[in-house]
């Protein structure tokens, strides 16, 4: 398969199509995109300014400024982990750090399993670079986590990486210790690198975030994903990272340099002056804490309204489940015609996202209560049009 074919493979996000079909209307409610909502802390503004001011415009280090790569190895090496700044790269958000890992690992015909439903991300860019994907289905009925059995009878001797993300999108999963214990010895047992996306640690809701990096000691083919996007409500100033092994550090930097040249400047420093912040800890804190009041919001209007919504443990979003037989995708493009609310079909996610919706929890609860008011209206009409009744 030559890149080309794998681009033709791949499809554009509904999220980006029904998005550019919203902004089109009036009294649209988005409820779509992972965007958090929270005003940038006073804080980081004024650091931006001051490093804008103080001329840090121009091009920086490949691999991002030395100051910000050090500090990031910090958090971990203070969990007592073997992680050094020659193992992270800043990058051009989370997604810029996705396909810069799998770009340093996959060879044509190589294996990927993902969990699903997943970030489509993930699969599209192992498609793009000629891999082959094994999805991995998971279940609502448990919590939408992996299952280590069924994820051992998928590896075979082509696996080459295993996707994971907790909390995930767009179910809200959260994995527990023993369940990431399993799934980096899955991963072991045939020499594959664990891929680990936690762009979400910061908005979990109930019980704990487990990062993949306490078993690095363990196991060193790991690589993990973070990003400064979400935390910080700074998704436009395009800011991640990637840490990863020193076997992959050449490729990695290839990868990076053909790709993105280096993160933006002002930005790194900015970031760097307030991470660790009392101001920015309680903007966090903040935001979780309201993250957590919207998702209890979002999930009792939507069952309220018949429609199944498993409480999520993490990340920005629900995942509701229409009654049997409604289209996803139709249901999601009508609805937006109808009662102007963006919501994002199951199906954009993979395998076993079909019949579900995702609905962001980053508008005020009086939006998130108003679409989900509307959607309840129009799966009435919707259902009932074909002979049904809503629950």
């Known amino acids: 398969m030559t890149l080309i074919e794998g681009l033709d493979s791949v499809q554009t996000s509904k999220i980006e199509a029904l998005f ?29 300014a001051r490093h804008i001011r103080n001329g840090r415009n121009k091009y920086g280090p490949l691999r991002g400024i030395p100051q910000l790569r050090e500090r990031v190895a910090a958090r971990y090496a203070e969990r007592g982990l073997d992680v050094r700044a020659e193992n992270v790269s800043i990058t ?19 294996e990927v399993i993902v969990f699903s439903p997943a970030f489509p991300t993930y699969a599209a860019v192992a498609t793009i670079l000629g891999a082959r994907v094994r999805f991995v289905r998971t279940s609502p009925n448990n919590d939408f986590a992996p299952d ?26 959260v994995y527990g210790r023993r369940l990431m214990r ?38 060193h083919r790991i690589l993990l994903v973070n990003s ?34 280096c993160p933006p400047t002002f930005a790194q420093y900015a970031v760097l002056d307030v991470m660790d912040s009392d101001e920015v800890r309680e903007f966090v804190r903040r935001c979780r804490d309201e ?21 999520p443990r993490g990340s920005l979003y629900v995942f509701p489940r229409l009654p049997a037989g409604v289209d996803d995708n139709e249901f999601c493009f009508s609805l937006l015609e109808k009662e102007n609310v963006i919501v994002v079909p199951g199906s954009t996610f ?39 009744r809503v629950p």
């Not at 996705?98 to 340093?104: D, E, P, Q």
């Not at 980096?184 to 704990?208: C, K, M, P, R, W």
């Not at 436009?236 to 040249?261: F, N, Q």
């Not at 995702?358 to 209206?377: C, N």
């Open 20 to 48: 550019e079909l919203g902004s089109r209307m009036n009294d649209t409610i988005n409820l779509s995109i992972g965007e958090p909502d929270a005003e940038v802390p006073e804080v980081l503004k004024e650091a931006a």
């Open 92 to 110: 051009m958000g989370a997604q810029n750090a996705i396909f810069a890992g799998l770009a340093s690992i996959l060879r044509r015909g190589d």
């Open 148 to 173: 280590p059995e069924t994820l051992r009878s998928a590896i075979t001797r082509s696996t080459r990486v295993i996707v994971i993300n907790s909390p995930s999108n767009p179910t809200g999963a």
């Open 182 to 219: 399993e799934v980096i010895d899955a991963a072991s047992n045939v020499d594959a690198y664990v891929l680990s996306d936690e762009v979400y640690e910061e908005f979990v809701y109930d019980g704990e975030f487990v990062s993949a990096a306490e078993f690095m000691d363990l196991y």
């Open 228 to 261: 400064f996007s979400k935390t910080l409500a700074i998704t436009g100033w395009r800011l991640g990272y990637l840490v990863a092994p020193d076997e992959l550090s050449e490729r990695i930097g290839k990868v990076l340099l053909y790709g993105h040249t």
């Open 291 to 311: 993250y957590r009041r919207r998702r209890d919001a979002a999930v009792r209007a939507l069952n309220g309204s018949g429609i199944e919504t498993p409480r």
């Open 350 to 388: 993979g395998p076993g996202g079909e019949g579900h919706l995702r609905m962001s929890i980053t508008s005020p609860v009086q939006l998130i209560e108003e679409g989900a008011k509307r959607i309840r209206r129009f799966l009435e009409d919707y259902v009932g049009s074909r002979g049904g």
